[in-house]
């Protein structure tokens, strides 16, 4: 990422899993990371084994902090930390409001900071890790499956209208990764994302590539590109396809 070198970037939610590899990854390609997570513990491991700076807390709330730590200036925003939340319709309001918040909301306090003086400058980088559930769903995950989608829309209406300003913005779409996510989906993870996972620096690989190639959709699992345009060609046979996924967990003793 020859893009990157040198520039002030902030990775949030990046104690472990494809938050802690991008931060590392832009580390090695010479850029000055910031590694936000909720934990400081792990804020600061992450940091201290890469040569970046930890900035612990919420990262809804960090953008005036990481911009200090960086002198002055963020020039990459890497809105990572997200929260699996499995559930259906029946989920708690507390539940589908923590998933919304932090899946959405925190991208959107995020842009609001940033988004002054990267209009002023002409120049910014958003990084939105959304998932493929936000291009297509995730069975027995209501709540993650609609604030994920809601995560896509906040980044692609980012860049529909202010790409002619020099903002550029990515949505980073994979399957399974290996991560403590993967886990925590349970056994609708181990049916539908388990089979096809791939490591979180394979997640850092495709970003770099997206962010050479000036290109909005990262996708790490090339095959959810077919997905999607079966999603928006057939939808009938799609939501059908979908809905033996569904039978086959319920079946598996979901």
Not at 9 to 38: M, Q, W
Not at 184 to 205: H, K, Y
């Given at each position: ?62 953008v005036d902090e990481a911009r200090e730590a960086l002198g002055g200036t963020v020039d990459v925003w890497c809105a990572n930390a997200g929260l699996a939340s499995p559930g259906d319709a029946f989920a708690d309001e507390e539940v589908w409001a923590a998933a919304w918040d932090v899946n959405v909301m925190a991208h959107v ?146």
């Open positions: 990422m020859s893009t990157v070198q040198g520039a002030g970037v902030v990775v949030t939610g990046a104690g472990g899993g494809i938050g802690a590899a991008l931060a590392r990854r832009f580390t090695a390609e010479g850029a000055r990371v910031v590694v936000n997570d909720l934990d400081p513990g792990r804020t600061k491991a992450v940091a201290e084994e890469i040569g970046a700076i930890a900035v612990a807390g919420d990262a809804s709330a960090i306090r995020a842009a609001r900071a940033l988004l002054p003086d990267w209009l002023e400058r002409g120049s910014g980088r958003f990084v939105s890790t959304v998932s493929a559930a936000g291009l297509l769903t995730m069975v027995g995950a209501a709540p993650y499956s609609v604030s994920k989608h809601g995560a896509y829309a906040f980044a692609e209406w980012l860049s529909l209208t202010y790409r002619h300003r020099g903002v550029k913005v990515h949505a980073i779409c994979p399957q399974g990764v290996r991560t403590d996510m993967l886990t925590a989906a349970g056994s609708a993870g181990e049916l539908v994302l388990a089979p096809t996972a791939i490591e979180p620096e394979d997640v850092a690989d495709s970003l770099s590539d997206a962010i050479e190639s000036d290109r909005f959709l990262v996708l790490p699992h090339p095959e959810v590109a077919d997905y999607y345009r079966a999603r928006a060609t057939d939808p009938e046979r799609w939501l059908g396809n979908m809905n033996h996924l569904q039978r086959k967990w319920e079946g598996a003793g979901a």
